[in-house]
């Protein structure tokens, strides 16, 4: 019997105590084994000799970098990760693959369909709620999910608007550009399915310089989440897993 297609998690972040904690959560949340995964730590090997199609589906987590930066000012790591991932789209979305960007996964899909990235709906790190747009509850992955739910966030940017070609599936407030569709498998999420207390936690300590809040407020916000319960959230992973596990 042939063995089924493992699913490619794609890593952006450079420190592995963050880095390792995501990929927890992605295989805890999305019910996958180690057998199921192939871990791909991009700023540490590239994407040489990744095919996509040779998976059963793609999750692309977070990171510190942004997007937004001019490319003069970004290192010479980070243009090379942005050149990588574009050709890893061209591949993606000319066979319309099965493709998860979450929060900078969105941005680079996102920048990717031509939209603009900026700073202008950068969110803080917590709790928010999103709602559902018409397309969002008929969507395989929202269906049947509550029109408004929690979720956890925290980015210094996102899309300015819904990206070219691509289906608004959840908004809110503070940031228009919550989750949306290009084609029928490719979906994009700024907010964590991921996310939960523990991890959240650990991202506030690693990241209380990088400028995401001010560092003195790190200890307050680290006791608001754990007031956090983001359930929904964690339903879209686990539903994209087992939509596209062979």
Do not use: W
């Amino acid at each position: 019997m042939p063995r089924a297609k493992r699913f490619l998690i794609l890593q952006l972040r450079p420190e592995d105590a963050t880095a390792d904690n995501e990929l927890h959560a992605i295989m805890k949340y999305g019910g996958l084994q180690p057998d199921d995964v192939q871990r791909v730590r991009v700023e540490q090997t590239g994407l040489h000799n990744i095919r996509p199609e040779q998976f059963a589906g793609i999750i692309v987590g977070g990171s510190p970098y942004d997007v937004s930066t001019p490319d003069e000012l970004k290192s010479p790591l980070q243009n090379s990760v942005e050149r990588e991932f574009h050709q890893l789209l061209d591949a993606v979305t000319n066979q319309d693959l099965p493709f998860l960007g979450c929060c900078s996964g969105n941005g680079l899909l996102g920048s990717y369909c031509g939209a603009s990235i900026s700073r202008r709906f950068g969110e803080p790190v917590g709790g928010t709620d999103v709602r559902l747009t018409e397309a969002g509850r008929k969507d395989p992955l929202l269906r049947g999910l509550p029109d408004r739910f929690r979720v956890l966030v925290g980015h210094k940017e996102a899309c300015d608007s819904v990206p070219a070609g691509c289906t608004l599936l959840a908004t809110s407030d503070s940031c228009p550009v919550q989750m949306f569709r290009l084609h029928t498998n490719i979906y994009a999420t700024q907010f964590h399915p991921e996310g939960d207390a523990e991890g959240f936690a650990l991202r506030i300590r690693v990241y209380r310089d990088y400028g995401y809040f001010p560092p003195e407020t790190a200890d307050t916000l680290i006791q608001t989440i754990t007031n956090e319960n983001t359930p929904e959230a964690r339903q879209i992973l686990q539903r994209f897993v087992d939509r596209y596990r062979d």
